[in-house]
C-alpha cells in the first residue's frame, strides 16, 4: 500500500500562512491525496482532496506537484482553532475507494 | 442532515463479552468505514463497504466482524471483547459522483474500555 511521509510537528503564529509538506513517492495513478485534521478528543475533519490540480477550498488549499509524488496544504491564515493533527492520506481510487490508510500526522501548534 | 451517527458514545465491556457498535448515516453515502485508533496513534483500518452487501477487510480485521445490509447502515461486531481491543473507534462515509471520490465524513467516535 502507498504510503505518506510528514513532519512529526510544526508550529505557526497566529494570521501566518502554513504550509504542510507530504511526501508520497509510491502514490499509484488513481491514488486520490486527501487531508484531515483531528482535533482533541474528536474524530478526523475532512480539510480537503484532490488528484491532479491544485484545489482550493473554504478551508484551505492543496498544491500537488506535477510528478504527484509531494503535495502541501496551505492554511493561508492560522488561527489557534487550526491547532490540531494533520494527515495526509492517500486514498485508493476506483472499486477499492474506502480504504483510508492514515500514518502519523503532523501536529500543528499555533502560538497567539 | 445529522452526518454520521455513532452508538454508544462510551462503553465498558468484560473480556469475552460481545457486542455491536453501531454507525448510521443519511446522507446515501455508498462508502463506509470502521476505524480504531490507539492512544498516540493514527487511525487504523479494520473493515470497509463500498456499497450495500459488500464489505472487506482493512489493516487490522482480526476479532470483528461487519455487515451491510442497507446503504444507511454499516454495523461492527465484537465477537468476544479483549483488553487488545480497548480503543476509540471511529466510523466514516464517503461517496463519488460520475467516477469522482469526494471526502469521507467520520462520526465522533465510540470509546471502548474491555476490562
Known amino acids: 500500500d502507498a504510503k505518506t511521509t510528514q513532519p512529526n510537528s510544526m508550529e505557526s503564529n497566529e494570521e501566518e500562512p502554513v504550509h504542510l509538506p507530504c511526501n508520497h513517492s509510491?502514490?499509484?495513478?488513481?491514488?486520490?491525496i486527501h487531508w484531515y485534521r483531528q482535533l482533541p478528543s474528536q474524530g478526523p475533519e475532512y480539510v480537503i482532496h484532490g488528484l491532479t490540480s491544485n484545489v482550493n477550498n473554504r478551508m484551505a488549499s492543496l498544491a500537488i506537484a506535477e510528478d504527484r509524488k509531494s503535495s502541501t496544504l496551505i492554511l493561508h491564515r492560522a488561527t489557534l482553532r487550526d491547532a490540531a493533527v494533520y494527515y495526509c492520506i492517500l486514498a485508493y481510487g476506483g472499486t477499492s475507494y474506502g480504504k483510508l490508510t492514515f500514518g502519523q500526522g503532523t501536529i500543528l501548534t499555533v502560538h497567539p | 442532515n445529522a452526518g454520521v451517527t455513532q452508538t454508544p458514545k462510551f462503553q465498558v465491556l468484560k473480556t469475552g463479552q460481545s457486542m455491536t457498535l453501531q454507525c448510521a448515516q443519511d446522507?446515501?453515502?455508498?462508502?463506509m468505514s470502521w476505524y480504531r485508533q490507539d492512544p498516540g496513534m493514527g487511525l487504523r483500518l479494520i473493515h470497509y463497504?463500498?456499497?450495500?452487501?459488500?464489505?472487506d477487510q482493512g489493516e487490522v480485521p482480526n476479532g470483528y466482524n461487519v455487515s451491510r445490509s442497507t446503504t444507511e447502515d454499516f454495523p461492527l461486531r465484537l465477537l468476544s471483547a479483549a483488553p487488545s481491543q480497548t480503543s476509540v473507534y471511529f466510523c466514516?462515509?464517503?461517496?463519488?459522483?460520475?467516477?469522482?471520490?469526494?471526502?469521507?465524513?467520520f462520526g465522533s467516535g465510540t470509546r471502548l474500555t474491555v476490562v
Open positions: 446522507m446515501n453515502h455508498e462508502y
Open positions: 466514516a462515509s464517503s461517496y463519488s459522483v460520475l467516477g469522482n471520490n469526494y471526502g469521507y465524513t
Open positions: 509510491t502514490i499509484s495513478g488513481t491514488d486520490y
Open positions: 463497504s463500498v456499497g450495500a452487501g459488500i464489505t
